[in-house]
């Protein structure tokens, strides 16, 4: 059987389901020897989202993966440990939609803009969504918009959601509309609350993808791919991940960090000197940015903090 291109839906350790998107119907598939991608540290050769080529042996249901197309963008998360591995999260997406919540759990602003550099770094729109809003309007009103004017000063768009009311998740699923969007948060944010808000068919927590051919091996599943559907039909794929922890940065000098906060790039041309740390320098326009509110004091917090944890943060 000659060659052909499908998409990674599905990771399940050595063996992998694959789709000829925009058609879904997946088929497993198994790695032929030692596929590997050239000038990469990563843990996993292939992820989901990528394009690949595969074919069918005689005789067998299964694909066999032949080769890794070039990737148009991946995430990709570095171990804050010793062992200095790199997974790849997922790859060739249009966007990633980070669910975040103020309280319960409380956010973590510096965890948050670490996945905000990476995305940066590898030229991956973000879509920011603050979850849970009708817990926090009579409790914390102020913390909800201070949270939205920081994030939409920095230049990203932020949709406020509550599964509960339904506020926001129309907004919400438009603007996944036509996308391969790769959905993250930490646990308790309710990700998964909504993302069944979005397409009520869809229960990531149990997954709808068989394996049926893999009964009897460990099918544990990092990162899945669904097709989102609405009234008009399909509109779009979502990647569900798991809730990001260590997250370090990768391939990154603490020099280039500045580069990825949109905002700091904006002010930082105008510094007196270049290259400027936007820590001590004198005529740094980062620093009156935010003496003048411009830029907000807890990113440039978090900037700081990725200069002072290099050694722990970027093995």
Not at 254 to 278: N, Q, S, W
Request: aromatic share 8%.
């Amino acid at each position: 059987m000659e060659d052909r291109i499908a998409t990674v839906v599905k990771n399940a350790g050595s063996h992998f389901l694959l789709s000829e998107i925009p058609e879904w119907k997946p088929f497993p598939a198994v790695l032929r020897g030692k596929v590997r991608l050239q000038k990469s540290s990563a843990t996993n050769p292939v992820a989901v989202g990528d394009k690949v080529r595969y074919t069918f042996p005689e005789s067998d249901d299964t694909a066999i993966i032949k080769e890794i197309l070039p990737r148009s963008n991946y995430v990709i998360r570095k171990s804050a440990n010793l062992s200095r591995q790199a997974h790849v999260i997922a790859a060739n997406l249009d966007q990633a939609v980070i669910v975040v919540s103020l309280f319960f759990p409380e956010i973590k602003l510096p965890f948050l803009d670490r996945i905000l550099v990476t995305c940066e770094v590898y030229k991956i729109p973000v879509l920011i969504v603050l979850n849970k809003v009708d817990l926090y309007r009579d409790e914390a009103p102020d913390a909800v918009e201070d949270f939205v004017r920081i994030y939409e000063g920095a230049g990203y768009r932020v949709i406020r959601t509550s599964c509960r009311t339904g506020e926001g998740i129309d907004e919400l699923r438009g603007a996944c509309s036509g996308k391969l969007s790769l959905f993250s948060g930490e646990s308790g944010v309710g990700k998964s609350s909504v993302i069944k808000a979005i397409d009520p068919s869809l229960d990531p927590k149990i997954g709808q993808i068989s394996l049926a051919h893999l009964q009897g091996k460990h099918t544990t599943s990092l990162y899945e791919m669904y097709p989102i559907h609405s009234e008009s039909g399909s509109c779009g794929y979502l990647i569900d991940s798991p809730g990001l922890r260590g997250f370090g940065l990768v391939d990154l000098e603490k020099e280039e960090i500045a580069l990825y906060f949109p905002e700091m790039l904006r002010v930082g041309r105008d510094c007196r000197f270049t290259p400027c740390t936007h820590t001590h320098e004198p005529g740094c326009a980062v620093k009156a940015a935010v003496d003048s509110g411009e830029i907000s004091a807890e990113r440039y917090n978090s900037y700081l903090g990725m200069l002072e944890e290099d050694s722990k943060f970027r093995q």
